[in-house]
């Protein structure tokens, strides 16, 4: 099979590239503006890379989706700040060149899967978020934070009624805070522009006070990066078309904390950490009204667990990383990251 990653260099698309490659004999063409999280996969014989940029490169990629089997087009903005910071550039990326790609799919009858997401549930009161019974609740215009959830939710009924019309074979899959290693950069986090649990890292590494917006009692499901492309690769391999024309859910329910615990959990791990355990000071833990630390433009999610019924039911698929491991591995690999540039 032959795979077209577009945002390979990603968080997602990296570890994806890793597992396709150790598992199958499959052949990844990937695209990104970088290179640097592709260690484990650059060289390797089934690997094909461009470095490029999607709104430019258009007749490379339009050259690999005909080429290939199936598309998964990562390229996106997913960080809250910059929803706020520059909703335009989120529209841009998020909905018009995604739509492009989408097209192009239809174009030459190609597969997708594509990446919604856990956002689009917005501030949805449900106790689980269900793919096809929950409503998707957005806040009003001037609060700019859901044009990225707008933007994927448009995305994902335009997918849906192509597939609908029978002219596109796809997969949504909307991923509920996936974590791991290379997360995301701790030097943007070092601006304060990182998703959370990068946030609280670095914050720990360059001892700058923990912030807790509106006091922290806000939760989130935190899923660990091997689960979540667990579950991938099932909708990759795709038995019996079970994936086709479907919305997953890929979260873990069991890892839902608050904010405030998992400020509380990671400051703790830091402490015991064989490199931190001498360190003279800690970072402490604050807390900030959320137009202080985001802008105006921004109103939170109180509550956002995932039902995973339907990727268990069709998929086989289930979560098997627990909390405490999965955030002791993502900043091991932080810390470990730090060493290495250190040395
Ligand atoms: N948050 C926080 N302090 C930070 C960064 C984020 O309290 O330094 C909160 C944020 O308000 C939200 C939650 O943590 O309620 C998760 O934020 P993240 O940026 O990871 O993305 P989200 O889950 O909202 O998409």
Redesign the pocket.
């Known amino acids: 099979m032959k795979v077209l990653i577009l945002g390979v260099n990603g968080f997602i698309g990296s570890h994806l590239s890793t597992r396709i490659l150790g598992e199958t004999d499959w052949t990844v063409y990937g695209m990104d503006l970088g290179d640097h999280k592709l260690k484990e996969v650059k060289g390797h014989k089934n690997f094909q890379f461009l470095e490029g940029d999607i709104s430019i490169n258009k007749e490379w990629i339009e050259y690999h989706i005909k080429k290939s089997d199936v598309v998964i087009p990562l390229v996106a903005i997913a960080?809250?700040k910059t929803y706020i910071e520059n909703p335009l550039s989120v529209f841009e990326l998020d909905f018009e060149e995604n739509l492009r790609i989408i097209r192009q799919c239809v174009k030459y009858h190609k597969r997708v899967i594509f990446p919604s997401t856990s956002?689009v549930y917005g501030m949805c009161p449900d106790e689980a978020f269900d793919e096809y019974a929950s409503k998707l609740v957005l806040g009003p215009i001037p609060k700019q934070r859901w044009i990225y959830s707008c933007s994927k939710q448009l995305l994902d009924r335009v997918i849906w009624a192509y597939g609908s019309r029978g002219d596109l074979d796809f997969t949504l899959i909307r991923p509920f805070?996936w974590i791991g290693p290379r997360l995301d950069s701790l030097e943007t986090a070092k601006e304060?522009s990182s998703?959370?649990?990068t946030?609280?890292i670095a914050s720990l590494v360059y001892r700058q006070p923990i912030?807790?917006?509106?006091g922290?009692m806000?939760s989130?499901s935190f899923t660990y990066i091997d689960d979540g492309i667990s579950a991938l690769m099932k909708i990759l391999k795709n038995e019996g078309g079970k994936a086709s024309g479907q919305i997953f859910n890929i979260g873990n329910p069991a890892n839902n904390i608050t904010?405030g615990e998992l400020a509380d959990t990671l400051l703790k791990m830091f402490k015991q950490h064989p490199d931190h355990i001498k360190d003279p000071a800690y970072s402490e833990i604050v807390i900030q009204p959320?137009g202080d630390?985001y802008g105006e433009g921004y109103q939170?999610?109180q509550t956002?667990v995932p039902s995973i019924r339907n990727a268990h039911e069709l998929l086989g698929w289930e979560p098997t990383v627990g909390l405490e491991e999965a955030l002791k591995r993502t900043m091991d690999s932080f810390l470990e990251e730090i060493r290495n540039s250190n040395a």
């Not at 912030?211 to 509106?214: E, F, I, M, Q």
């Open positions: 960080t809250p956002e805070n304060g998703r959370v649990v946030q609280f912030v807790l917006v509106d922290g806000q989130r904010i959320a630390f939170d999610i956002r």
